[in-house]
């Protein structure tokens, strides 16, 4: 039983290790996004909006940003899997978008890059 629970607090921990990394990781891809994009407390829209809050918003709803109508009639609420969609090839998911980005291919990185952004609360704060 102590074997068991040492195995147990030990996979736990190991757990919360790459959780970390992949934040790190994540925050690092987001360098690719920081020319365009911002996020946290003193986050301003750029040529991109915000993306605090991103986990859960509607597309198109950041205030102050002014969006292509493509992108304000996508219907999107932003989540892992729409991310994920979205994140691989902007222009083909919503056509018409102002987001002129290749796109990120790499499961992993967008997986991290996700894990980043959806940390960042509306107001920039983290969770």
């Given at each position: 039983?102590?074997?068991?629970?040492?195995?147990?607090?030990?996979?736990?921990?190991?757990?919360?290790?790459?959780?970390?990394?992949?934040l790190d990781?994540?925050?690092?891809?987001?360098?690719?996004?920081?020319?365009?994009?911002?996020?946290?407390?003193?986050a301003?829209?750029?040529?991109?909006?915000?993306?605090?809050?991103?986990?859960?918003?509607h597309?198109?709803?950041?205030?102050?940003?002014n969006?292509?109508n493509?992108?304000?009639?996508?219907?999107i609420?932003w989540?892992?899997e729409?991310?994920?969609?979205?994140?691989?090839?902007p222009?083909?998911?919503?056509?018409?978008?102002k987001?002129?980005?290749?796109?990120?291919?790499?499961?992993?990185?967008?997986?991290?890059?996700?894990?980043?952004?959806?940390?960042?609360?509306?107001d920039?704060?983290?969770?």
């Amino acid at each position: 039983m102590k074997s068991l629970i040492l195995a147990a607090v030990a996979l736990a921990s190991t757990i919360g290790l790459a959780h970390a990394q992949d934040l790190d990781a994540g925050e690092k891809s987001f360098r690719k996004c920081a020319p365009c994009h911002a996020v946290g407390e003193d986050a301003r829209n750029k040529v991109g909006p915000v993306l605090n809050g991103i986990d859960g918003r509607h597309s198109g709803a950041v205030e102050g940003y002014n969006y292509s109508n493509a992108n304000k009639n996508a219907n999107i609420i932003w989540n892992e899997e729409t991310f994920k969609e979205y994140i691989q090839a902007p222009a083909a998911k919503v056509p018409g978008t102002k987001m002129a980005f290749a796109g990120i291919k790499n499961e992993k990185e967008i997986a991290n890059l996700w894990g980043y952004l959806k940390q960042f609360k509306a107001d920039g704060t983290k969770k």
